[in-house]
């Protein structure tokens, strides 16, 4: 799904470190950091990335990207909860397994 919205190659594997690759331009890693944000618990918005969100993105943009990001989160605790892992398409080369706190 990602690659027919344009996400490339570079972008995929660069994207645990997306604040210093290249590959991403500002608005992209605002996305990036809102999901960051909101992933973490307790999940923290501060007053400046939502303020840099507003600068980018309309009230309706910004509800879709939030619910999208919490669907995603809700989607993968819903997983981990009955070990439901990955079907190999491909084979851990993009989706590495998320920090363990």
Known sequence: MGRKE???EEQLCGLAN???SPNFNER???VL???????RIPTD???ELYAALRGQFSEEELVELTGVICWENARARFNR???IG???F?????????ERL
């Open 33 to 39: 950091r809102l999901a960051v944000a909101l992933t």
């Open 90 to 98: 491909s084979l851990g080369k993009f989706c590495p397994l998320p």
């Open 86 to 88: 990955a079907e190999d």
């Open 28 to 30: 992209e890693r605002l």
């Open 6 to 8: 344009g996400v490339t």
């Open 18 to 20: 997306f604040e210093s």
């Open 81 to 83: 909860t009955f070990a």
């Open 45 to 47: 918005v501060s007053d």
